[in-house]
């Protein structure tokens, strides 16, 4: 026996060896680990003066700026997320603020009456406080320090929501063994972002998204946020005529030109608006130059037809970013605007700026909001050109257009342009259609005219080459009968279709006729829509009858 104990002893020792070896492995896998997140790599915060941004429960890519203990946000991520009606003026160092009747400025840089800056530029870049933005805007933010952490919400709507019912802790994942983002204490409130069997992930109140055991939670209910109403965002209001408008362009050149206006009326009925092309942009600095006439203006009168005055940038060589970018020159063309057209009688100012680039386009949203607060306090209606709404055309912001605007104008056509590299329609039936259906997605129907074209583009394909020209309709038809051509109708375009091979010329036609016409306007009518426009007056003579195509429409 004393030969055998200490093989007995041995056995005995290894076997508490391996059971303190499985015991402590055993405790390793199931004990709750006691490490820590590194906060910061948790919120992607590098300096001491980003602060993240935790927006409806989500941790955003984008970092706001701490700065004299408040948080600020840079423009584009106020414009994402919260507010995009600020404006900055990288020129004058300005952030604006546009309501329908007033300016407001802050000085980049300086402190303003609310006591702190309420924005500043940082290599180029506006930052605006939080705080500022809160003026404006109906949402809510807390902000935290240690790790800096702005948790804002800007969403009501129903969550599940519990509380812990014992101290706890929130780990980065679902897991004991997952590091801690923060304790809990029992009546901690949590929301509940999704559920497994287990463990929940879970909002806090001060901005962690993490993991907590369902174990150590309990009363989970529904809950919906009071929402924020602390700003009463002011209405726009219209000028709006109580019938559709029937608008045609005049385009003018010259003051002499203004004396044409008899002869263009000659045999047109039913138009109750005239714009003529009178103001121009002429230089850099917010200068235009303007062939209107008071005679015009009387004679027009005189007729029972309005006179919106379009303004263009295309006759002169300008840069409309360049003008548009500061707020001193936009002030200038807007006070020079208005005073002429007040001192011509016009009941409306048309605006016809095109290829404006999306660099320039928050400048030109910028100025319809400005020049409508001076329309809308001398009661002149604002209407705006547009082309056929398209994804690279979006930062005309249509939108923004269809509140601050009085009428948005969809000029029709060019789908098929001068410079086209193939023949085709300058306003087939399917894009006519599709530009109502996309523009009334952002703009009230009743403010959105479609402008239709009174021309028709004759094309010639010769030797590989594609050229055309702009006609009127009794040009068209003269080239039909010259050549003894035969239209056929086209289901597609809904156009009367002609070709012909002349010599070494094709020439093809797709024609803007009567016919053409009331195709379109029965699709207006469809989205009823607020007017028809036309391009351009002169271009149906001898065509009496589509006026009573136009008339049709908007009496109709």
């Excluded at 051509?485 to 093809?508: H, L, P």
């Excluded at 016409?517 to 009823?528: D, F, G, P, R, T």
Aim: aromatic share 10%; net charge negative; with cysteine.
């Amino acid at each position: 026996m004393k030969k055998k104990l200490p093989v007995i002893i041995a056995v005995v020792l290894i076997i508490v060896i391996i059971a303190i070896t499985a015991g402590t492995k055993i405790l390793e896998r199931f004990s709750y680990s006691k490490e820590r997140m590194d906060l910061n790599a948790y919120y992607g915060l590098e300096t001491g003066e980003d602060v993240a941004l935790v927006l409806n429960n989500e941790i955003k890519e984008e970092k706001g700026k701490l700065s004299e203990g408040r948080c600020y946000l840079d423009l584009d991520t106020v414009h994402e997320y919260l507010n995009d009606r600020f404006y900055a003026d990288y020129n004058e160092g300005l952030l604006l603020y546009t309501t329908p009747d007033s300016i407001i400025r802050a000085e980049a840089g300086a402190s303003g009456e609310e006591g702190y800056i309420p924005a500043f530029l940082d290599n180029g870049i506006m930052y605006v406080a939080l705080d500022y933005v809160k003026k404006f805007t109906n949402f809510s933010f807390t902000l935290y320090q240690e790790p800096n952490r702005a948790v804002l919400t800007t969403i009501w709507n129903e969550h599940q929501a519990a509380e812990i019912g014992k101290d706890t802790a929130v780990r980065y994942q679902g897991g004991v063994k997952s590091d801690i983002l923060t304790d809990m204490t029992a009546g901690d409130k949590v929301v509940i972002l999704e559920e497994m069997e287990n463990w929940s992930k879970v909002a806090t109140e001060d901005g962690f998204l993490g993991y907590v055991e369902n174990k150590r939670l309990k009363n989970q209910h529904s809950e919906t946020l009071i929402p924020v109403t602390d700003y009463q965002e002011p209405e726009y209001t219209s000028i709006r005529r109580e019938y559709k408008i029937n608008l045609g362009w005049h385009q003018v050149t010259s003051e002499s030109a203004n004396s044409t206006l008899e002869s263009v009326l000659e045999g047109i009925t039913g138009m109750n608006v005239i714009s003529p092309t009178w103001f121009f942009l002429s230089d850099d600095d917010g200068n235009f130059v303007s062939i209107g006439s008071t005679d015009y203006v009387n004679k027009a009168h005189s007729r029972g037809l309005e006179v919106w005055a379009l303004l263009d940038n295309f006759t002169y060589d300008v840069n409309t970013k360049e003008i548009l970018s500061y707020t001193s020159k936009r002030a200038k063309l807007i006070e020079g605007l208005v005073n002429e057209a007040l001192a011509l009688g016009v009941d409306g100012i048309n605006v016809d700026l095109e290829q404006v680039s999306s660099e320039a386009g928050e400048d030109y949203v910028e100025f319809l909001r400005e020049l409508s607060i001076s329309c809308r306090a001398n009661n002149l209606v604002l209407s705006v050109d547009n082309y056929v709404p398209k994804n690279y055309n979006a930062h005309y912001d249509w939108k923004e257009q269809g509140k601050v605007a009085d009428y948005v104008i969809i000029m029709g056509y060019d789908e098929h342009y001068g410079g086209s590299q193939e023949p085709g329609s300058v306003a087939s039936i399917g894009y006519v259609e599709e530009g109502i259906s996309t523009m009334v997605q952002s703009v009230p129907s009743e403010k959105v005219i479609n402008a239709v074209p009174f021309y028709t583009r004759i094309w010639e394909t010769s030797g590989g080459e594609v050229k055309s020209q702009a006609v009127g309709m009794s040009a068209v038809q003269k080239f039909l009968s010259d050549r003894n051509i035969e239209a056929v109708w086209d289901e597609d375009t809904c156009q009367n279709y002609a070709e012909v091979q002349d010599g070494d010329s094709f020439y093809q036609v797709w024609i803007e006729d009567a016919r053409s016409l009331e195709v379109k306007m029965n699709i207006m009518k469809s989205y009823n829509i607020g007017g028809v426009a036309a391009w351009k007056l002169g271009y149906e003579k001898g065509h009496p009858e589509v006026w009573d195509v136009l008339s049709g429409f908007a009496n109709g």
